[in-house]
């Protein structure tokens, strides 16, 4: 598996297993099929409501925690500077672990100036190895990047081939913060997935069109967790690491029109005040 170095000098590793929007049973049972298929990077969230599962499934493949790399995220309720340290505590006990390997503030909302401090002391307690943001634009990075004795390692935003991010990378290059890309396959979009373009260089690569996606995200550097309960689609995600796209390739990739499936709003859509009950998990 081939990873990527963070500005904390820790290795991530490129391609991982998302678990958004899956139940604990489905997590119970597709997340042992990808720690067999060779999956040792994971990625939920206290909103996903499933960590217990998450921790269940993986302490029952009987895996090394060492060998895995586990993120979880917490939601804004969770920013205030007490609330943020019982909260990081509550992760790891749902999850069952003593550390994750990145924790990450989920949605640009609320408290997140101040929570940035509880993020940085449980890196020194060895609590979370990395923290992170999700979803974050620019100017509230920088809000952070300005108070940050431990600056973000990660940044985790929409990207995928119609929305390749790069001018935000453009303006965060130096920081050395790692992009990982959530909708890596445009969650399933038909009209993505069948664009001609990955027709063509699945023929021409004998992969398939979402092989073709994967690996433009490992050669533009972006870390990626495709969810799926198909384990043929597991195994195909892992399977990018034999061929490479030519530069043209990934120019024309690069010329396809931009748009986000999903803006951010400035505002915490009502959702955001919602989630906030994580003993009931899904
Ligand atoms: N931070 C955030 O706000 C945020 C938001 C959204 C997502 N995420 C993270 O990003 C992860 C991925 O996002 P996502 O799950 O919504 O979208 P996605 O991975 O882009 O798309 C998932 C869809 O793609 C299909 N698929 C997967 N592999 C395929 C393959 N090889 N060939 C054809 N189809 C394939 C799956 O169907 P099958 O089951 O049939 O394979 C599923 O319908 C999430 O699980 C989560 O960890 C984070």
């Not at 990081?88 to 003593?98: C, P, Y």
């Not at 001609?196 to 533009?220: C, D, N």
């Amino acid at each position: 598996m081939q990873s990527f170095i963070m500005n904390n000098g820790l290795k991530i590793p490129a391609v991982g297993y998302g678990v958004f929007q899956m139940t604990s049973k489905e997590v119970l049972e597709h997340l042992p099929q990808a720690l067999d298929a060779g999956y040792t990077h994971i990625d939920t969230a206290n909103a996903y409501f499933n960590e217990v599962a998450v921790g269940q499934a993986i302490r029952s493949s009987g895996v090394a925690r060492e060998r895995l790399f586990v993120t979880s995220k917490l939601f804004p309720q969770s920013y205030p500077y007490k609330q943020c340290v019982k909260d990081i505590d509550e992760t790891l006990a749902r999850l069952g672990m003593d550390y994750v390997d990145l924790l990450l503030f989920h949605q640009p909302y609320g408290e997140y100036v101040e929570g940035w401090k509880a993020m940085e002391e449980a890196v020194r307690a060895g609590k979370v190895r990395s923290i992170g943001l999700s979803n974050f634009p620019m100017h509230k990075i920088q809000e952070i990047l300005d108070v940050a004795e431990i600056r973000p390692a990660v940044l985790q935003v929409e990207i995928n081939p119609y929305w390749n991010q790069h001018e935000l990378k453009r303006q965060l290059a130096g920081t050395g913060i790692v992009f990982e890309g959530w909708y890596p396959l445009g969650h399933g979009d038909r009209a993505l997935l069948e664009e001609p373009v990955f027709a063509r260089l699945a023929r021409k690569y004998g992969k398939t069109s979402a092989q073709i996606i994967m690996r433009w995200h490992l050669q533009e550097g972006n870390v990626v967790f495709p969810k799926t309960l198909n384990p043929r689609h597991m195994k195909d995600n892992l399977d990018i690491f034999d061929f490479a796209l030519e530069d043209e390739e990934m120019a024309e990739i690069n010329s396809l029109p931009q748009r986000p499936y999903y803006q951010v709003p400035d505002e915490p859509p009502a959702f955001v005040l919602t989630h906030n009950d994580y003993s009931r998990q899904a």
